[in-house]
């Protein structure tokens, strides 16, 4: 394998086999990581939310059926 410096960019080379980046500064990379796991943890919670706000709506849509299930029987037993 025959890593070639990439310009502008210390740390990181192109392996002039398969043509991939390899990053050998090992602080930039966990740096990366940390950053990556901390989106990644963001776009779960968002995630989390929006599902319980779905379970939520749906709860409340069928509150709302049942109530107005309730009340149509109410009307009927009030005109009996």
Known sequence: ??????????G???????NAIINKNK??????KARKKKV?????????IEDELNDVRNDLNEIKILLQR???????????
């Open 40 to 48: 990644d943890d963001e776009k779960n919670k968002i995630k989390n």
């Open 12 to 18: 990181l080379y192109r392996d002039s086999n398969t």
């Open 27 to 32: 602080t930039e990379y966990e740096s990366y």
């Open 1 to 10: 394998m025959s890593l070639i410096p990439v310009e502008g960019h210390s």
């Open 70 to 80: 309730l009340s149509e029987k109410w009307i009927q037993i009030k005109l009996v």
